[in-house]
């Protein structure tokens, strides 16, 4: 989790959603908790359909949002 927290949330085109502030654990699986500047914090659900690269070095994930989850920030 100490690796995620902080890291930068882009999405596939590079434009930037957020900021990874927490990690939420649930039994099905995980989430990332985005903190966007236009919608608050977002959850986005931590599965390789939807975070599709973990970049610690780079300091970055890249999501590929499905409809309505960053629609307004994109």
Do not use: K, W
């Not at 390789?48 to 309505?68: K, N, S, W």
Request: negative net charge; aromatic residues 2%; without cysteine.
């Amino acid at each position: 989790d100490r690796q995620l927290i902080g890291l930068l949330a882009v999405n596939v085109d590079g434009h930037l959603l957020g900021t990874v502030a927490d990690v939420v654990h649930l039994p099905g699986h995980d989430l990332l908790a985005v903190h966007s500047e236009a919608r608050g914090e977002v959850l986005v659900p931590f599965v390789h359909e939807i975070v599709t690269e973990v970049d610690v070095l780079d300091g970055r994930v890249i999501i590929d949002p499905p409809g309505g989850l960053f629609d307004d920030v994109e």
